[in-house]
């Protein structure tokens, strides 16, 4: 589904440049559970953000499901966003003045779709994270756990063919933690590929596939049961 | 997108800070709104202007004795009507020789005391002839005029006004037929002329006593004014057009009869009422544009403050913008969203502007005795002008906000 060639990201710091991405290349097939792990500023981020199409990269090549990620334009990438990919932020990202329902509705206004379709959609996926009841809370009068479950929420809105998390545990106590994962798991279960961007191999280690990232290169990529 | 999310998006952004929006709108509110009350200011002004002049009487010359100082003869008659160059005959020589004059009325005043059935009234008594009512476009709401035969005879008849004939008489009283002592001479009301109310200077156009010129010239005006010399001769031109022309010949037919030497100063002056009108209604005009310059300043310094909130929204909500365009928001999304709260911002302050601008019009007009006079244009254009504002100085924020990395924005705390 994802095909990478020799990507790089190279960013200029004055008179600097840094390559935060040193020729990646990275294949994952569909259904895939893959965890991106490394120490911060090892081009983790940058990887995850050219995968979700929030950025382009400088050179090599990037297709998503056979087309050119690379060669697209704003608005291009923007519906790719939209249509394509789930995102999960560390720090939840809802918009504080919107309940749970219109957070979750909010991809679905950019696809421009019909509001009663909409709200019917988003309170399903509500109920499928587990928060049926609480579909006109605030974010501020939720737990971090419950944050984290409606930003998923909102992240399988538009049936995403990639979901995107961005150390997903990263702002959670350890118990909500692994309920977080588990519903990943779910999700990953019912044909959803997943990428986990952590630098905690604690979290890592619940993902099939490891691949770990150094100084803006892969330098191991590790198949195997979940520990 | 849908266009209605849109609208949605603005509104909830709008609404969830309350007090900032007002106080944002707040300088469009006061720009149109002052921009709405001056141009109304002007347009009264302007209003008040054709009614004190036409109240005077439509396409009228005012003949006086004496020499006007200023070229043209200004507003402000400078000398005028202090000689005694003018008579009846001058009159009688305008109607008869100068072709398209409607009516060519003389005249002499000169105060006195009324008295009748006990009340007593002081005023201005004028002495004139029938065409006076054409040349002042009066009309008679009981009664008659005198004709030319008892104004020839000098009976001793007079027309009130509407004033007089409450104050003498009390109110819807019939004062046909009944006297009144003007000074020690008594008179009989032939006639009430009807009521023009105030004039456009303030003054009681119905405190008015007309009598044939004769009778009051020797009874009331006395030695002031001798043999038969007039004060002012009215000349009415059957149109506007007529106007100068008509100045022109009154000149002409004038220097002739008075033997003025060419070259020589004039030694009566001709004023032409049209132009007077033209000249002061020019002066208002620039007065007002002078005030709505000024109030349109402050509609952009409403719009300036527009500019600035909606700047600091943009900062404040980088996260926000980051995030839709994360899960979708394109450029213009973003774009459209933050300029249409901006012109959401900036109309609503203009409708409530107009509100505000066209009672507050609507109060001094009240309160200053105004002719209220709310431009209908003034709607729409204000509306179009907090509609350009929001537009103008949405664009710069809107453009920051759809221009921001939404990595980097993501990242913002």
């Known amino acids: 589904m994802i095909e990478i060639r020799d990507l790089e990201k190279i960013y200029q710091m004055g008179d600097e440049t840094v390559a935060a991405l040193a020729g990646v290349s990275l294949t994952i097939e569909r259904g895939e559970h893959t ?42 990438l923007a519906d790719f966003r939209n249509r394509r990919i789930g995102f999960v932020f560390q720090s939840f990202q809802l918009l504080p003045r919107l309940t749970a329902l219109q957070n979750v509705e909010l991809p679905m206004v950019y696809a421009g779709m019909d509001p009663e379709e ?13 928060l049926g009841s609480r579909a006109g809370h605030k974010p501020t009068q939720m737990s971090g756990g419950q944050q984290q479950r409606v930003a998923i929420a909102r992240a399988l809105a538009n049936s995403p063919d990639l979901l995107l998390a961005d150390e ?17 798991h779910d999700l990953n279960a019912e044909g959803l590929t997943l990428v986990l961007v952590t630098h905690d191999p604690k979290v890592a280690d619940q993902s099939r596939r490891r691949v770990t990232f150094e100084d803006g290169r892969i330098i191991s990529d590790e198949r195997g049961a979940r520990s | 997108m849908r266009r209605i999310d849109l609208v949605t998006f603005a509104a ?9 929006s007002a106080l944002t709108s707040l300088g469009v509110v006061i720009g149109v709104a002052a921009v709405v009350m001056m141009t109304s200011i002007g347009l009264g002004a302007q209003q008040r202007v054709t009614s004190a002049i036409g109240g005077l009487g439509s396409n009228l010359l005012i003949v006086s004795p004496g020499a006007s100082r200023g070229p043209g003869g200004g507003f402000v008659s400078q000398g005028a009507g202090t000689g005694n160059s ?20 003389p005249s002499v005043r000169g105060g006195a005391q009324l008295t009748a059935e006990g009340a007593n009234w002081q005023t201005r008594v004028e002495g004139v002839t029938p065409d006076y009512l054409v040349a002042r476009d009066l009309t008679m709401e009981s009664g008659r005029m005198f004709d030319d035969t008892e104004a020839r005879q000098g009976r001793k008849v007079i027309v009130i006004g509407k004033t007089i004939a409450t104050e003498l008489f009390g109110e819807d009283s019939d004062p046909v037929g009944k006297r009144i002592r003007v000074g020690a001479v008594p008179f009989e009301v ?125 900062t404040e909500r980088t996260r926000e913008i980051g995030l839709r365009m994360a899960v979708g928001a394109k450029r213009n999304d973003v774009l459209f969203q933050f300029a249409l709260e901006a012109i959401t911002l900036s109309v609503v302050g203009g409708i ?55 990595i980097e924005a993501l990242r913002r705390e």
């Not at chain 2, 010129?213 to 009331?220: E, G, I, T």
């Open chain 1, 35 to 76: 965890a991106i792990i490394g120490a911060s500023g090892s081009g983790k981020s940058t990887m995850m953000n050219i995968l979700g199409g929030l950025d382009r990269p400088t050179r090599g090549t990037y297709h998503f499901e056979g087309e050119d990620v690379g060669a697209f334009d704003d608005n291009a």
């Open chain 1, 118 to 130: 909409r709200r019917a959609r988003a309170a399903t996926l509500l109920e499928r994270v587990g």
């Open chain 1, 168 to 184: 997903p545990t990263g702002a959670l106590d350890s118990q909500t933690g692994k309920d977080i994962l588990a519903l990943f």
């Open chain 2, 12 to 20: 909830g952004a709008i609404i969830a800070h309350p007090t900032r």
């Open chain 2, 86 to 105: 003018l008579t009846e005959d001058d009159a009688e020589a305008m109607a008869t020789q100068i072709e398209g004059a409607v009516a060519v009325a």
């Open chain 2, 190 to 314: 032939i006639g009430v002329l009807a009521s023009k109310g105030q004039s456009g200077f303030g003054q009681d156009q119905d405190d008015i006593v007309l009598g044939p010129l004769q009778a009051v010239r020797s009874r009331v005006v006395g030695r002031r004014v001798q043999g038969s010399n007039v004060q002012t001769i009215y000349v009415k031109a059957a149109s506007a057009d007529e106007m100068d022309r008509l100045q022109e010949d009154v000149t002409n037919l004038l220097r002739e009869r008075h033997r003025i030497r060419q070259g020589a100063e004039d030694d009566f002056s001709v004023q032409n009422m049209a132009s007077i009108m033209e000249a002061m209604q020019a002066s208002v005009k620039t007065f007002t544009s002078l005030l709505a310059a000024v109030a349109a300043v402050s509609l952009v310094v409403g719009g300036v403050g527009i500019m600035n909130i909606m700047l600091v929204a943009v």
């Open chain 2, 352 to 406: 409530i502007g107009l509100v505000v601008g066209v009672s507050g019009a609507m109060l001094m007009a009240k309160l200053g005795d105004w002719p209220v006079a709310i431009a209908s244009w003034s709607i729409p254009v204000s509306l179009g002008f907090s509609l350009l504002v929001g537009l103008v100085f949405g664009a710069y924020p809107s453009w920051r906000a759809a221009r921001l990395d939404p």
